[in-house]
């Protein structure tokens, strides 16, 4: 069964740093380009960072540009978005979903999320 | 990057159709055909409906459609049944090779 799986969230004060995970499977992950994508509670959706398959090219949302850090271990079938510096505005459900192949923005495959709380 | 804009709510009555506008600049939709629209149900993760304007990802029912005029894509939903009732998401790539998502739609099914 084609999987993503994030791992990570929890409470942390502003401030603080939070490293999600996600972990893939049933599929061939090194051949994809991955996002994160957050949710506020109640709220729309945010993108928030991409990784392509080979790691070459990384972008990120202006709202986390030189506070987060996206990376890949291909080996390990796993994508890693590293949070410092967080805000209360950072409180959200994150996902990592997939990019369908050479079709930018066209998310196929989601996780289940996970929750991000920054408050003291 | 400005949200795209989108209605806050559409509603219809079963069998009907609706249509959902997603309004952006000549620096995201209408510079590129890489649009993608996607449904949410309460509580659950978002799903993919449409991608590059009006492509359905297999098992994606005929009775939704994409389409784009200018600035402003649209997303088609006929034959409108209890299931559509969600939250519907537009997004764009942009000129400065990130993504914006729409600010959303509730679908109300009366």
């Known amino acids: ?120 | 990057q400005s949200a795209l804009t989108q209605p806050a709510s559409v509603s219809g009555s079963p069998g009907q159709s609706i249509t959902i506008s997603c309004t952006g600049t000549s620096s995201d939709v209408g510079n590129y055909n890489y649009v993608s629209w996607f449904q949410q149900h309460p509580g659950k993760a978002p799903k993919l409906i449409i991608y590059e304007v009006s492509n359905r990802p297999s098992g994606v029912s005929n009775r939704i459609s994409g389409s784009k005029s200018g600035n402003t894509a649209s997303l088609t939903i006929s034959g409108l049944q209890a299931e559509d009732e969600a939250d519907y998401y537009c997004t764009s790539y942009t000129t400065t090779s990130t993504l914006v998502f729409g600010i959303g739609t509730r679908v109300t099914v009366l």
């Open chain 1, 1 to 120: 069964e084609v999987q993503l799986v994030e791992s990570g969230g929890g409470l942390v004060k502003p401030g603080g740093s939070l490293r999600l995970s996600c972990a893939a499977s049933g599929f061939s992950f090194s051949a994809y380009s991955i996002n994160w994508v957050r949710q506020a509670p109640g709220k729309g959706l945010e993108w928030v960072s991409s990784i392509s398959s080979s790691s070459s090219f990384i972008y990120y949302a202006d709202s986390v540009k030189g506070r987060f850090t996206i990376s890949r271990d291909n080996a390990k079938n796993s994508l890693s978005l590293l949070m410092n510096s967080l805000r209360a505005e950072d409180t959200a459900v994150y996902y990592c979903a997939r990019v369908i192949l050479g079709a930018t923005g066209a998310f196929d495959v989601w996780g289940q999320g996970t929750m991000v709380t920054v408050s003291s």
